[in-house]
């Protein structure tokens, strides 16, 4: 996967940081060079390697003398908030326009127009479920649209086409009449591969986005390109105004910091990243998971340090004593419960605990709305009821349900829950008594 | 004299042939960005000092030299300025060039670029690479310059996994007029060698081309796979696949080193060919390449057009990227 090694390298520099116990400017400047040669070899474009390396640095030193947070954390926090910016902070969906929706797909020779093309009708047919119409422009490469119009097959979408002895503007205009005519969502044009000097071509281009204004141009840059990927970025946005990036070949074991570098030079989005060569493996493009992937926080190290930056430590230990004592109601549930929405999303725990199931965003949603549903009836009961849950009686359950307009069932489900809680708690205690579980409680609670 | 200075004058005296003339033009946008900043930067130093070497650096890295060849070339650098007192940018910038060459030449056994048939039976050329390198279009070009040579070419065509491959090399092969083997869609390219070594061999061919599908490195089943086409062919024809090309596009950044070094293992590489050098990209990943793994560039695509695949020299391509007719 992408961008593993560069986590790996990032991961080698925090151990060795960790041994100390401070940061000087001295282990700091040899974090720094090993951090910009990490930068450079995934080929992230010196510029912004440069322009990275001079904000870590500035913001490092500045907050040394202030806090007390071990050095390597405080350094892999500010790294992962300018990866996070420089990355950009949003991810982005195709524009739909209410009628037709008409991509042009742009780029280099064999950067995977055609591929992408393919995966992205395959998209939005089934997952979206749009009309969609593929057009081939290619006339130059021999059998491009041989190649396109078999995918079209493949997927069951339809395909417009002239042949190869017909200039593409024409192509993209009579594609584009059809696509009016006929009643479709959305117009995929697959153009030819061109370098972006090549100005007889650049024109062609840019004539087709006079004619036909598409609503999104999207330029395909290639997850192994390397220093030059920014000039590429920048002649072709400049020539057509582009919309988006797509990255391909993302499954490969390139690092692929040339996304890095032309979101942070042109600031156009990255909205896709094709992850293999099935017609579905096209996914949305994450910004916060890449810079997470590049600092390495797939471990559960990571989720204790950013659980220890979440909540009040003193909180932490007094909920960790109170909860290894069996002195545990509801208004403790109910904490533990924001304390690790606060940690992030379960999708986000889940994604860095190594070997825990991904949650969908269903799953998500379920879980948040529990949440809601915990605080409601905790809320409705008096503090002693909260502390002393068993004692509950129907009567009670009853005024506790109407007060919060849930129904019985929710109010004992939230007292099983606790129930079930405790008993957790007492196992924990046990296996730390024994020596089975040393030190504290996962997610590091309490942990002194 | 230094190389540089042998370079100028090697070129300012040749009347320029149509090979020069090819070098020069294909890499006329690599130069503007690589060999005018290295100019520029001469003029804008008196002498050298530490933020000159840092400049250095980064035209290099921009170059896609990679960052530990280029320490290793500035750190050499540094040393010969301290050591010779030599101070005027423009004799380091000949002493880089120089370290260039030389790295380069001792990082592998003598170059001889052709293809190298054997004196009986069919030569096989197995063709390689990751997805959208340029494997097909390079081997039109290599099998129009061998056809020109008045050698018989067969093309198979062993993708039998992107759509349209198999399209796209027999509409090269009608241009061309050579022979072509093709299997099943999604058939096993294996089978597709195993076809094409008993045709080349029985109607006596001189060159045997086979197109692979790309395919990146990392995926271990699709490298495999190529393991077994080498087993086959090596069944049928003695010692085939005699050579081993694999493409590497000229805008690749530093996993160019872990292309070769991946497809090395499953095949004997026997050379690279270095494709769309008419860009603005400069190719610095090759020296990286051939300071880890010693492969040699046999090949450089320095155009569109069928005659633009030209025998790779090192004396020429430095030329066009460092010197040419500014």
Not at chain 1, 186 to 209: F, H, P, S, W
Not at chain 2, 214 to 226: D, H, I, T, V, Y
Request: glycine share 8%; proline share 2%.
């Amino acid at each position: 996967m992408a961008f593993e090694s560069l986590a790996d390298k990032f991961q080698s520099i925090f151990k060795k940081m960790r041994k100390e116990d401070k940061i000087t400017e001295t282990n700091m400047a040899s974090a720094i060079k090993e951090i910009r040669v990490a930068l450079l070899e995934a080929d992230v474009n010196f510029k912004v390697v440069k322009a990275f390396i001079e904000d870590v640095k500035t913001k490092a030193l500045g907050q040394d003398v202030l806090t007390k947070v071990n050095p390597s954390e405080m350094l892999i926090k500010i790294c992962h908030d300018e990866l996070v910016e420089l990355l950009g902070a949003d991810n982005t969906d195709i524009k739909y326009e209410k009628g037709l929706t008409t991509i042009m797909m742009v780029g280099l020779q064999g950067s995977g127009k055609t591929t992408s093309t393919g995966k992205l009708a395959n998209l939005m047919k089934n997952k979206l479920n749009k009309k969609v119409l593929l057009a081939g422009l290619d006339v130059y490469r021999p059998a491009a649209i041989d190649q396109l119009g078999t995918i079209a097959k493949q997927l069951n979408v339809d395909f417009f086409e002239m042949g190869t002895e017909v200039n593409p503007v024409e192509v993209a205009t009579k594609a584009k009449e059809t696509a009016l005519r006929e009643g479709y969502d959305v117009l995929i044009m697959d153009t030819a591969g061109r370098l972006q000097i090549d100005e007889a071509l650049m024109d062609e281009l840019k004539n087709i986005n006079k004619t036909v204004h598409p609503s999104e141009v999207l330029l395909l840059v290639d997850a192994m390109a390397g220093q030059d990927a920014v000039n590429v970025a920048n002649a072709f946005n400049a020539d057509l105004r582009l919309t988006g990036v797509i990255m391909s070949k993302l499954d490969g074991d390139a690092k692929g910091g040339a996304a890095l570098s032309i979101k942070y030079l042109t600031g156009l989005p990255i909205k896709f990243a094709g992850i293999g060569e099935k017609m579905a493996d096209l996914d949305i493009f994450y910004p916060e998971r890449m810079a997470d992937r590049i600092l390495g926080m797939g471990d559960v190290v990571s989720l204790v340090e950013k659980a220890k930056e979440a909540i009040d430590e003193k909180d932490a230990e007094k909920q960790a004593r109170k909860m290894m004592d069996g002195d545990f109601g509801l208004d403790d549930l109910l904490k533990q419960m924001k304390m690790v929405q606060k940690i992030g999303s379960l999708g986000a725990i889940a994604k860095m605990i190594p070997g825990m199931p991904k949650l969908t965003d269903e799953q998500q949603e379920a879980a948040k709305n529990e949440m809601k549903i915990f605080e409601a009836v905790i809320n409705s009961m008096t503090p002693y009821e909260r502390r002393h849950p068993n004692c509950l009686k129907f009567s009670h359950k009853n005024r506790v349900a109407k007060g919060c307009g849930m129904t019985n069932a929710e109010v004992n489900r939230v007292i099983r829950k606790w129930e079930q809680s405790k008993e957790m708690m007492k196992q924990m205690k046990a296996m730390q008594k024994s020596g089975k579980m040393p030190g504290g409680f996962p997610g590091g609670f309490g942990r002194r | 004299m230094g190389l540089f200075a042998f370079l100028k004058e090697k070129f300012s005296k040749k009347k320029k042939d149509e090979k020069t003339e090819k070098y020069e033009k294909g890499l006329s946008k690599s130069r503007q960005a690589f060999a005018s900043r290295l100019d520029d930067l001469s003029k804008r130093y008196a002498e050298v000092n530490e933020e000159y070497f840092e400049e250095l650096e980064q035209i290099l890295i921009e170059a896609d030299v990679g960052v530990s060849l280029t320490i290793k070339l500035v750190e050499e650098l540094l040393e010969k300025s301290e050591e010779e007192g030599i101070t005027e940018p423009s004799k380091i910038n000949e002493e880089l060039i120089d370290a260039m060459f030389v790295g380069y030449v001792e990082s592998g056994g003598s170059i001889t670029n052709e293809i190298h048939f054997r004196e009986n039976g069919p030569t096989v050329l197995l063709v390689e690479g990751v997805n959208g390198v340029g494997k097909t279009t390079s081997i039109a070009k290599l099998s129009k310059r061998y056809m020109d040579q008045g050698k018989s070419v067969l093309l198979v065509a062993a993708d039998t996994f992107r759509a349209g491959a198999v399209e796209q090399l027999k509409i090269w092969a009608n241009r061309l007029g050579c022979p072509i083997i093709t299997g099943k869609e999604n058939g096993d390219p294996a089978s597709v060698c195993y076809d094409g070594a008993k045709y080349a061999v029985e109607h006596n061919i001189d060159l045997m081309i086979v197109d692979t599908a790309g395919r990146l490195q990392n995926k271990a089943n699709l490298m495999q796979e190529l393991a077994k086409m080498n087993r086959v062919i090596s069944r049928e024809i003695e010692d085939a696949p005699h050579e081993t090309f694999l493409i590497i596009d000229a805008t690749t950044g530093q996993n160019g080193v872990s292309q070769a070094k991946s497809f090395k293992e499953v095949s004997d590489i026997t050379g690279i060919v270095i494709t769309k050098m008419d860009g603005t990209s400069k190719g610095g990943i090759i020296l990286s390449i051939r300071e880890e793994l010693g492969v040699p560039v046999r090949f450089i695509g320095l155009g569109e057009r069928m005659e633009d695949l030209e025998e790779f020299d090192l004396d020429e391509y430095l030329n066009g990227l460092l010197v040419g007719n500014k």
